[in-house]
């Protein structure tokens, strides 16, 4: 509750450089916070439920001031079946957006999504995605299931441990919604 109240009262108090005006967002709509380094260079993530989908708000730090410096709306889903979007890091700093159907109906996945700090902007350089179908299965009797795992940066992945490639390149975060992924990870 301490997290979510630190970053609430960050958020009030930021001037909003991609907004007109100032942001405020209810203590009760923080999905999941955290705050990493990059290169370096400091930056806080929030993520916001709104309705459904997950806004995600990135900060970085210039000497001691903090600006909003990307938005992402609708870049995940949240609640469904009661999982929440989550947000981590990893050891190099990278920041993860994770969100997931696991109990509601026959299709059920997980994403994750991977930015970066590239070139003066946050970046989704990462795309993972895993399904596994309730109701399909294959000739063996086994559910059906696939992964997609690429990496935007250098257009390689993998689609069901096959190797493949994607014209899709890493894309500023403020363009990456739920409906966004590699034209190459589909199954149908």
Not at 71 to 78: E, L, M, R
Request: hydrophobic share 40%.
């Amino acid at each position: 509750m301490i997290l979510r109240s630190l970053c609430i009262t960050a958020l009030i108090l930021l001037p909003a450089t991609a907004h007109s005006g100032d942001l405020t967002v209810n203590a009760g709509d923080v999905i999941s916070a955290v705050s990493g380094y990059q290169n370096g260079d400091y930056y806080r993530a929030v993520l916001v439920n709104n309705d459904g989908d997950a806004d995600l708000y990135l900060f970085s730090r210039d000497i001691n001031e903090i600006h909003l410096e990307a938005t992402a709306p609708g870049i995940a889903v949240t609640g469904i079946g009661g999982s929440d979007a989550a947000l981590t890091t990893t050891d190099k700093g990278a920041l993860k957006v994770q969100s997931e159907n696991i109990a509601i109906g026959r299709h059920r996945w997980q994403q994750t999504l991977t930015i970066f700090h590239r070139n003066g902007r946050f970046v989704v350089a990462g795309y993972t995605y895993s399904f596994y179908d309730t109701l399909a299965v294959d000739a063996n009797g086994e559910v059906l299931t696939g992964e997609c795992d690429v990496n935007l940066l250098t257009g390689k992945g993998f689609l069901d441990g096959k190797a493949i490639r994607t014209n899709l390149k890493a894309l500023p975060v403020s363009e990456w919604s739920m409906d966004t992924s590699p034209p190459e990870c589909s199954w149908e």
